[in-house]
């Protein structure tokens, strides 16, 4: 049974930084791709990124983009989504969610695993 669990949230003033980390558990292997989504009081969840373990490539959705950084170790089964600049607006709980495929989907239904989800918090 494959597990995520991020870590890292808290609160940060607006313009500072948080790293957040997805640690993999049961068996995720190698292949797939993991990705963050957050979601905010009253809101849909939204795409914020993902990478595809294999080559590393990424994806961003654009309110992130040159803001927040994804990578990931594999020989750990960790990802990580470095958020800098951040802003008010960021505020929500991020989700790490993975999926054993090669596509970059940026639709939540198409991730079958998902993690408990950890706070973020920017204060103006």
């Known amino acids: 049974q494959v597990q995520l669990v991020e870590s890292g949230g808290g609160l940060v003033q607006a313009g500072g930084s948080v790293r957040l980390s997805c640690v993999g558990f049961g068996g995720f292997g190698d292949t797939g791709v993991m990705a963050w989504f957050r979601q905010a009081p009253g809101k849909e969840r939204e795409f914020v990124s993902c990478i595809r373990r294999r080559d590393g490539t990424t994806h961003y959705g654009d309110a992130v983009k040159g803001r927040f950084r994804i990578s990931r170790d594999n020989f750990k089964n960790t990802a990580y989504l470095q958020m800098n600049s951040l802003k008010p607006e960021d505020t929500a709980v991020y989700y790490c969610?993975?999926?054993?495929?090669?596509?970059?989907?940026?639709?939540?239904?198409?991730?079958?695993?998902w993690g408990q989800g950890t706070q973020v918090t920017v204060s103006s």
């Open positions: 969610a993975g999926v054993q495929s090669t596509i970059m989907y940026t639709s939540d239904h198409a991730y079958t695993y």
